[in-house]
């Protein structure tokens, strides 16, 4: 869903729809009176600012672990193996202060 208040133009899904909407504050917080035609499903949304506008969207739900290993446990082994690397230790740092610059 799109909203700018600058034309009331609201995008939702392939439906187009211009509603008048209010917004409500109280106690820090704002609030939006949706018309009954354009009532989001509940759950969690991100919201972020595009121009004048505020834009909503729907967060995925986030897959249960158990859900994971299934899914997983449906994928092919892969053919390649892990390449072998060479762990050298780490470089000496340089704690050595610049030359100042001339003319300063």
Do not use: Y
């Given at each position: 869903m799109?909203c700018?208040?600058k034309d009331?133009h609201?995008?939702v899904g392939?439906m ?13 917080l704002q ?6 035609g354009?009532?989001l499903?509940?759950?969690e ?5 595009q121009g004048a ?11 249960s672990?158990?859900?994971?290993l299934?899914l ?6 892969l053919e ?8 050298l230790p780490p470089?000496?740092?340089d704690f050595?202060w ?5 003319g300063?």
């Amino acid at each position: 869903m799109v909203c700018r208040s600058k034309d009331r133009h609201t995008i939702v899904g392939e439906m187009t729809m211009n509603e008048r909407v209010k917004i409500i504050s109280r106690d820090g917080l704002q609030f939006v009176e949706l018309p009954i035609g354009m009532t989001l499903a509940e759950g969690e949304w991100t919201a972020r600012r595009q121009g004048a506008g505020v834009v909503l969207e729907p967060v995925a739900p986030r897959m249960s672990v158990p859900s994971l290993l299934a899914l997983l446990a449906t994928l092919e082994p892969l053919e390649e193996g892990i390449p072998d690397f060479v762990d050298l230790p780490p470089e000496e740092p340089d704690f050595a202060w610049p030359e100042p610059i001339a003319g300063r």
